[in-house]
């Protein structure tokens, strides 16, 4: 997480800068330089995973609050609202895939038959 991203998030919780800093643990001023990126001194702040992960936590709990509100309105299980069907790697993007030898070179004798065919014929006189 960089400062930029650190502010868009305090700007979708709808916190100020104090209430952000309470809810995350830290003074204002450190909260200040987290946001800024800069130090005291001049130099680059480094926003620490734990604040990142504690962002990340506190936007989620609306959500979960959500959830269970729905599930205990509604009368259904968590299931039913929530995909629990494992996370899978997604496939390779087959436009990046290597190609064969043997498909290259029929893509380059096509590539130059056409090149051969397109090319303008020159007739040479020479001249003695």
Not at 4 to 31: F, P
Not at 95 to 118: A, D, H, R
Request: glycine content about 6%; some cysteine; charged content about 35%.
């Amino acid at each position: 997480m960089n400062n930029h991203k650190l502010k868009a998030w305090r700007g979708r919780m709808g916190w100020s800068k104090t209430d952000a800093a309470k809810r995350l643990g830290v003074s204002r001023n450190q909260y200040l330089r987290y946001e800024k990126g800069i130090g005291n001194d001049e130099k680059k702040v480094k926003i620490p995973q734990t604040v990142a992960l504690a962002c990340e936590a506190l936007e989620t709990r609306p959500i979960l609050a959500n959830l269970r509100e729905m599930v205990g309105r509604y009368g259904v299980e968590v299931a039913e609202v929530v995909d629990t069907a494992p996370v899978q790697d997604p496939p390779e993007d087959p436009m990046k895939g290597e190609t064969f030898p043997e498909e290259k070179k029929k893509i380059s004798k096509k590539k130059t038959q056409k090149i051969k065919e397109s090319e303008p014929s020159i007739e040479r006189s020479n001249p003695k």
